[in-house]
């Protein structure tokens, strides 16, 4: 990693008295040099009195070399970001201390959002602003100067939520403004491209699905039936990865018209020929096929207030939504693991997820007794025998349940890497908003030379990193200022336990570092045999200051079924906390539910029931058949765990179970602030649910 050049800060007078006399001195040295020749014989002026020499101020003499006043905002980059604040932008000027205020739009930042790595940046997090341009103003705490750029961020009238998808298109994003005056005739573009399947709530408030494109950052513009437009640059980030955003339900209430789309979930190609079943009931049932674009558009009586929704086709997955409530339904179908769909219409990817990802390169800084030079690592203990000091960087996970995973000890940052104000490092990350955290700590090498254990000691965060497909977002440092040396101690309530499991309780403890992110850590998993008698307590927690300001604790905890952590099992998470001195309770579990139907005997391949209590958002149960090969996923209200599905086995030309060995897993989930009419399928996938249960039964089809 190259380093940065730093910009002179002396005054503009001084520079140009220094740069005489080093000419001067120059001139002189170069005469009085052995081996150059005599002495250059004095220069006769006749040209009258020489006139007067001021070796006085000459501040008032202005050259190239003149760069302006000492302390000085010169610019931000990116000068721009959603009015909702969150941007990290990096101010560049002349003069800095470590020691700064920073006010953007007259709001003044936390000081665990300013990091100034040298005295020409800082970094900073933008607070919420009023669209359109701010002044930013940086005060120099130490020396009590200050400086301020005027308009220099302008913040966009709307966000975008998510702020990136896959380039197949289909994320379901939604927009949200401040002071936007929005109508139902408004359409938005990504890219230049018109988003789909535009929804508005109201003036400030709309939603679409996006186009396809290819990888990297776009423009979201908002066209207004008056000839107005709001426009966000770089609001969204392509990537070649499908993302849980897309598919799912939405639009106003089913009222005699349903419009279904389906598309494959790897490429994003539209399931031209797929069958839509409209119905519980083939006999009754309205059956569609999807077009070109993978549409297909049902009308009927039969239509209102709620209907159960299937689409099938060869060489994937099916899917169904029970007692859907809107009329609009997107599906992203998986293709099937069958080789001989390898040349399907369309053909199947092989279950292969393309993938752009972006690096980011920084310095894992540590403050020294001199500003802006690097410093010792000395909030983590010199290393003993088969030890040595070492730093990891991470991309924030998305559940708080994720386990924690070293990276190759090769990989590590080191008091040896290279850096310029700190340790270099460098990580792999999927494109979009990221944060990105540090740990510091001691590793141990066995005597076979492998690594047995990483204490960490120190660590440090840095949010809102952007990240390009393909591209390498430089100049991200992170300042280690946080010790991990905390205890935090749990009272569990885990669930009943069956003949069958679950045994065990695992508790885990992370980082909530916002907008749905956590920090995993190495010692945040203990492990208890059930029944449980006594707390549970965790050591080395981080205090939640310097960069941690502002973030919390999240405590979760998972009742499992043996070593592996199998079915059946409890989870709950989002417990949250900022006093690492007061027992937590841990509870709120479901009781493991109980499959009716199918159940370990023939299932005739129509009919669902589920038995469970507590109030239940969602339900999600998966039939096997084929050893895997086929999948058929059903999804149903909480308030409706007793159902009808069509049997797929009579509908041709699509994809259906086989008969033999059946498997089913089946669960129930709690998700904060569900709404099974908004559905995404992102909330298919455990990592969005706050609580849940699962277990699996083995019959036959």
Same mark, same amino acid.
């Given at each position: 990693?190259?380093?940065?050049?730093?910009?002179?800060?002396?005054?503009?007078?001084?520079?140009?008295?220094?740069?005489?006399?080093?000419?001067?001195?120059?001139?002189?040295?170069?005469?009085?040099?052995?081996?150059?020749?005599?002495?250059?014989?004095?220069?006769?002026?006749?040209?009258?009195?020489?006139?007067?020499?001021?070796?006085?101020?000459?501040?008032?003499?202005?050259?190239?070399?003149?760069?302006?006043?000492?302390?000085?905002?010169?610019?931000?980059?990116?000068?721009?970001?959603?009015?909702?604040?969150?941007?990290?932008?990096?101010?560049?000027?002349?003069?800095?201390?470590?020691?700064?205020?920073?006010?953007?739009?007259?709001?003044?930042?936390?000081?665990?959002?300013?990091?100034?790595?040298?005295?020409?940046?800082?970094?900073?997090?933008?607070?919420?602003?009023?669209?359109?341009?701010?002044?930013?103003?940086?005060?120099?705490?130490?020396?009590?100067?200050?400086?301020?750029?005027?308009?220099?961020?302008?913040?966009?009238?709307?966000?975008?939520?998510?702020?990136?998808?896959?380039?197949?298109?289909?994320?379901?994003?939604?927009?949200?403004?401040?002071?936007?005056?929005?109508?139902?005739?408004?359409?938005?573009?990504?890219?230049?491209?018109?988003?789909?399947?535009?929804?508005?709530?109201?003036?400030?408030?709309?939603?679409?699905?996006?186009?396809?494109?290819?990888?990297?950052?776009?423009?979201?513009?908002?066209?207004?039936?008056?000839?107005?437009?709001?426009?966000?640059?770089?609001?969204?980030?392509?990537?070649?990865?499908?993302?849980?955003?897309?598919?799912?339900?939405?639009?106003? !209430? #089913?009222?005699? /018209? +349903?419009?279904?789309? =389906?598309?494959?979930?790897? %490429? &994003?190609?539209? $399931?031209? @020929?797929?069958?839509?079943?409209?119905?519980?009931?083939?006999?009754? !049932? #309205?059956?569609? /096929? +999807?077009?070109?674009? =993978?549409?297909?558009?049902? %009308? &009927?009586?039969? $239509?209102? @207030?709620?209907?159960?929704?299937?689409?099938?086709?060869?060489?994937?997955?099916?899917?169904?939504?029970?007692?859907?409530?809107?009329?609009?339904?997107?599906?992203?179908?998986?293709?099937?693991?069958?080789?001989?769909?390898?040349?399907?219409?369309?053909?199947?990817?092989?279950?292969?997820?393309?993938?752009?990802?972006?690096?980011?390169?920084?310095?894992?800084?540590?403050?020294?007794?001199?500003?802006?030079?690097?410093?010792?690592?000395?909030?983590?203990?010199?290393?003993?025998?088969?030890?040595?000091?070492?730093?990891?960087?991470?991309?924030?996970?998305?559940?708080?349940?994720?386990?924690?995973?070293?990276?190759?000890?090769?990989?590590?940052?080191?008091?040896?890497?290279?850096?310029?104000?700190?340790?270099?490092?460098?990580?792999?990350?999927?494109?979009?908003?990221?944060?990105?955290?540090?740990?510091?700590?001691?590793?141990?090498?066995?005597?076979?030379?492998?690594?047995?254990?990483?204490?960490?000691?120190?660590?440090?965060?840095?949010?809102?990193?952007?990240?390009?497909?393909?591209?390498?977002?430089?100049?991200?440092?992170?300042?280690?200022?946080?010790?991990?040396?905390?205890?935090?101690?749990?009272?569990?309530?885990?669930?009943?336990?069956?003949?069958?499991?679950?045994?065990?309780?695992?508790?885990?403890?992370?980082?909530?570092?916002?907008?749905?992110?956590?920090?995993?850590?190495?010692?945040?998993?203990?492990?208890?045999?059930?029944?449980?008698?006594?707390?549970?307590?965790?050591?080395?927690?981080?205090?939640?200051?310097?960069?941690?300001?502002?973030?919390?604790?999240?405590?979760?905890?998972?009742?499992?079924?043996?070593?592996?952590?199998?079915?059946?099992?409890?989870?709950?998470?989002?417990?949250?906390?900022?006093?690492?001195?007061?027992?937590?309770?841990?509870?709120?579990?479901?009781?493991?539910?109980?499959?009716?139907?199918?159940?370990?005997?023939?299932?005739?391949?129509?009919?669902?029931?589920?038995?469970?209590?507590?109030?239940?958002?969602?339900?999600?149960?998966?039939?096997?058949?084929?050893?895997?090969?086929?999948?058929?996923?059903?999804?149903?209200?909480?308030?409706?765990?007793?159902?009808?599905?069509?049997?797929?086995?009579?509908?041709?030309?699509?994809?259906?179970?086989?008969?033999?060995?059946?498997?089913?897993?089946?669960?129930?989930?709690?998700?904060?602030?569900?709404?099974?009419?908004?559905?995404?399928?992102?909330?298919?996938?455990?990592?969005?649910?706050?609580?849940?249960?699962?277990?699996?039964?083995?019959?036959?089809?």
């Amino acid at each position: 990693m190259g380093h940065r050049a730093r910009k002179e800060t002396r005054p503009a007078a001084l520079r140009s008295r220094l740069l005489r006399s080093a000419l001067a001195v120059a001139v002189l040295a170069a005469a009085c040099i052995p081996g150059r020749g005599p002495p250059l014989d004095p220069v006769v002026d006749d040209a009258g009195v020489a006139p007067p020499t001021t070796l006085g101020d000459d501040s008032g003499m202005l050259d190239e070399l003149n760069l302006g006043p000492a302390f000085a905002v010169t610019g931000l980059q990116p000068s721009h970001g959603p009015w909702t604040g969150g941007t990290r932008t990096t101010i560049t000027g002349r003069g800095f201390s470590s020691n700064l205020q920073v006010w953007v739009g007259g709001t003044e930042l936390p000081a665990s959002n300013v990091f100034a790595s040298d005295p020409t940046q800082v970094a900073v997090l933008t607070p919420p602003g009023t669209p359109g341009p701010a002044d930013v103003r940086v005060l120099d705490v130490t020396s009590a100067e200050q400086a301020t750029l005027s308009a220099g961020f302008v913040y966009d009238a709307f966000s975008v939520t998510p702020g990136t998808g896959a380039t197949t298109g289909g994320t379901r994003i939604a927009l949200q403004g401040s002071g936007t005056a929005w109508t139902a005739a408004s359409t938005v573009q990504v890219g230049g491209a018109p988003c789909q399947a535009v929804t508005f709530t109201d003036a400030t408030d709309l939603a679409c699905s996006t186009p396809a494109n290819g990888p990297g950052s776009q423009s979201v513009m908002v066209l207004n039936a008056d000839g107005s437009s709001d426009e966000a640059d770089d609001a969204f980030v392509y990537s070649d990865s499908p993302d849980g955003f897309r598919g799912g339900l939405y639009g106003g !209430a #089913l009222s005699g /018209t +349903l419009t279904v789309l =389906g598309f494959d979930a790897w %490429t &994003g190609a539209p $399931l031209q @020929g797929a069958q839509v079943i409209a119905g519980s009931n083939l006999t009754t !049932a #309205l059956v569609a /096929t +999807l077009d070109s674009s =993978g549409t297909a558009q049902i %009308t &009927g009586p039969s $239509l209102t @207030g709620q209907v159960t929704v299937t689409v099938a086709a060869l060489c994937h997955q099916p899917i169904t939504y029970v007692d859907v409530p809107v009329d609009t339904v997107t599906m992203y179908l998986t293709p099937a693991l069958d080789p001989s769909c390898l040349n399907g219409d369309p053909p199947s990817t092989g279950n292969f997820i393309p993938q752009d990802v972006g690096t980011v390169a920084g310095e894992l800084v540590w403050s020294g007794g001199i500003e802006f030079e690097r410093g010792a690592w000395s909030n983590v203990p010199l290393p003993a025998a088969h030890e040595r000091q070492a730093a990891y960087a991470f991309t924030a996970a998305g559940s708080p349940l994720q386990a924690f995973t070293l990276p190759d000890p090769s990989t590590a940052t080191t008091p040896a890497s290279d850096g310029q104000l700190g340790y270099a490092f460098q990580i792999v990350a999927v494109p979009g908003n990221t944060t990105v955290y540090a740990l510091a700590g001691l590793e141990e090498d066995g005597d076979a030379g492998q690594l047995i254990r990483f204490e960490p000691f120190a660590m440090g965060i840095v949010r809102g990193v952007p990240v390009q497909p393909n591209v390498e977002t430089m100049g991200v440092d992170i300042p280690m200022t946080t010790l991990l040396d905390r205890s935090m101690t749990t009272v569990p309530q885990p669930p009943a336990t069956t003949l069958r499991g679950p045994d065990r309780l695992l508790s885990v403890l992370a980082i909530d570092l916002g907008a749905g992110s956590y920090a995993a850590l190495p010692q945040g998993v203990v492990t208890t045999l059930l029944p449980i008698s006594g707390n549970v307590s965790f050591v080395g927690a981080p205090a939640l200051d310097g960069t941690l300001a502002g973030t919390s604790y999240d405590l979760a905890a998972a009742a499992v079924t043996g070593s592996t952590g199998t079915v059946p099992l409890s989870v709950v998470t989002g417990i949250e906390t900022t006093d690492a001195n007061d027992p937590v309770t841990l509870g709120g579990f479901f009781d493991i539910p109980v499959l009716l139907q199918p159940s370990t005997q023939t299932w005739a391949g129509t009919h669902v029931q589920l038995q469970a209590s507590g109030p239940i958002d969602l339900a999600v149960v998966d039939l096997s058949t084929g050893d895997g090969l086929v999948h058929w996923q059903v999804v149903s209200p909480g308030t409706d765990l007793s159902f009808d599905l069509p049997d797929l086995s009579q509908v041709q030309g699509i994809e259906h179970l086989v008969h033999g060995t059946l498997a089913t897993t089946f669960a129930i989930a709690r998700i904060d602030g569900f709404q099974y009419g908004l559905l995404r399928s992102g909330q298919l996938a455990s990592t969005a649910w706050s609580a849940y249960a699962e277990d699996q039964v083995s019959g036959s089809y």
